[in-house]
């Protein structure tokens, strides 16, 4: 073998182990929250099958003056659910309730002022309820887990509350 066949083989190699590395690193999916009027009927529904009835919405003023739109309430008792979109957030500004606390899974529960200082108010955050549209193998956060981790959200806020006896 010649020394010139020998140097255009060995480019070859090298030219096919380059193609062989692995694959380039793919962009996660992009995703979405629950739109708020699903949510919105998610909670009743979680409510329902506890046996307690949702109430429409209606402004609420929490601990430190700020004013949310109570998304969900109960009936007969002084608990509700806001469940804070992008458009909620930006409403916020630089209301400290506008950015999620760093606190993992924990729900975040506010009491009420003023009119409202016997509501127990549970904070939920529509990004924490992410999901992407792709279907099959390229699926990475399916619509049902997230619409299952808000129901278990809501149903865990109301033991939260029967546990420390809010009324």
Excluded at 8 to 25: K, M, N
Excluded at 30 to 48: F, N, V, W, Y
């Amino acid at each position: 073998m010649s020394r010139w066949t020998a140097s255009v083989a060995a480019f070859g190699l090298a030219l096919g182990l380059i193609g062989c590395g692995p694959p380039e690193a793919r962009a996660p999916n992009p995703t979405r929250p629950i739109d708020e009027g699903r949510a919105l009927k998610l909670m009743a529904q979680a409510l329902s099958a506890d046996g307690l009835e949702a109430l429409p919405p209606r402004m609420v003023t929490l601990s430190g003056g700020t004013q949310v739109r109570l998304d969900v309430g109960v009936n007969g008792r002084e608990l509700g659910f806001v469940y804070l979109t992008a458009s909620d957030v930006r409403e916020l500004g630089s209301n400290p309730l506008a950015k999620r606390a760093d606190a993992g899974n924990e729900l975040i529960v506010r009491a009420g002022e003023g009119d409202d200082e016997k509501m127990h108010i549970v904070i939920l955050y529509a990004t924490d309820y992410l999901y992407d549209d792709n279907v099959g193998e390229d699926h990475e956060a399916t619509a049902i887990t997230a619409e299952n981790k808000l129901d278990r959200d809501t149903r865990d806020f109301i033991v939260i509350a029967q546990k420390n006896n809010w009324p």
